[in-house]
């Protein structure tokens, strides 16, 4: 039986350093997160300080950001806040820019902030309609172009957008322009996905379903168990579930997955 020397082997089989791994910066990587403040936003925070990231905690609700990056880190060193409203694409580009003046521009990106509405079809007013695709699709189009020259440039980078079961299936519960918003998520999540990857930037979507956070709190007990008996795995979703996936994600191990949408739904959706 012949085996292959290394000068036989054909270069799509060879392993070499740049096919399973990526140059370490000096530095840890820099993430920022926006809608950082609670829920999956703060546990994705939270993942990420705790594999060694800095990370930037952005969110509309400056205070609440400020105190569970205080919390990451008191001394701020390795985790602040940034008080913006991501509809808001000049607090956007202020919020990037105060990062890479104190770190570095951001290695990484979460588009994470959203509203969660639930208004009906029939009842959405034009203007509702209108702040909902600022806050959870138009926001990911501005943070990205934002972010990803720097990516571009560093040859590495990462960008992860919250999208939805929602925005798969469409919903019952939230509302049409949610549902459109997070379906836009997908699609801008493919097309920056296929600019980048030339450069070694990829960016991925993942969609969540029943997930339990602050999000949820103003919906009844026993909604909340009807929705959990629904789901196949047999209970709601744990923010830190969704953040574990995405710690992921950002990882040097994840170079080769890009363009891609990853279900977190306890199989309430199948593909
Ligand atoms: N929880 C779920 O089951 C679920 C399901 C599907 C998708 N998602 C998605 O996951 C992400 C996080 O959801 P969550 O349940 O943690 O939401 P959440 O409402 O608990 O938290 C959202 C955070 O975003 C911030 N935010 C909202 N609008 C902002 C703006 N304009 N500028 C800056 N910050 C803003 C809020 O202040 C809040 O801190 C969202 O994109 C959401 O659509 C969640």
Redo the contacts with the bound molecule.
């Keep these: 039986m012949s085996t292959l020397t290394d000068s036989q082997s054909t270069p799509e089989f060879q392993s070499t350093p740049e096919c399973t791994s990526s140059p370490q910066p000096a530095e840890p990587r820099v993430a920022l997160i926006?809608?950082?403040?609670?829920?999956?936003?703060a546990s994705i925070a939270a993942a990420l300080h705790a594999s060694g990231h800095r990370v930037a905690l952005?969110?509309?609700?400056g205070p609440?950001?400020d105190a569970v990056a205080r919390g990451l880190d008191a001394g701020s060193a390795t985790a602040i806040s940034l008080s913006?409203?991501?509809?808001d694409g000049d607090q956007l580009a202020a919020a990037v820019a105060t990062v890479a003046a104190r770190w570095r521009s951001p290695d990484i990106l979460v588009n994470?902030?959203?509203?969660?509405v639930t208004t009906s079809l029939w009842d959405v007013t034009l203007r509702e309609w209108d702040e909902t695709m600022a806050?959870?699709l138009r926001?990911v189009l501005i943070a990205s172009r934002l972010c990803a020259p720097a990516m571009r440039e560093r040859r590495w980078g990462r960008i992860v957008n919250?999208?939805?079961?929602?925005g798969q299936q469409g919903s019952r519960v939230a509302g049409p322009h949610?549902a459109a918003a997070?379906a836009g998520v997908l699609v801008l999540t493919k097309m920056f996905a296929q600019d980048l990857a030339p450069y070694g930037v990829t960016v991925n979507a993942v969609?969540?379903?029943?997930?339990?956070?602050?999000?949820?709190d103003g919906v009844d007990p026993e909604s909340l168990r009807t929705l959990a008996d629904a789901v196949p795995v047999g209970r709601l979703?744990r923010?830190a579930e969704?953040a574990a996936l995405v710690r992921h994600l950002v990882g040097d191990d994840a170079g080769y997955i890009t363009g891609a949408t990853f279900d977190v739904n306890g199989g309430l959706f199948m593909r």
């Design positions: 926006t809608g950082a403040a609670r829920g999956i936003g952005l969110d509309r609700d609440a950001a913006a409203d991501v509809d994470n902030a959203a509203r969660t806050t959870n926001s919250l999208a939805s079961l929602a949610y997070k969609a969540p379903a029943a997930v339990v956070t602050p999000a949820m979703g923010p969704v």
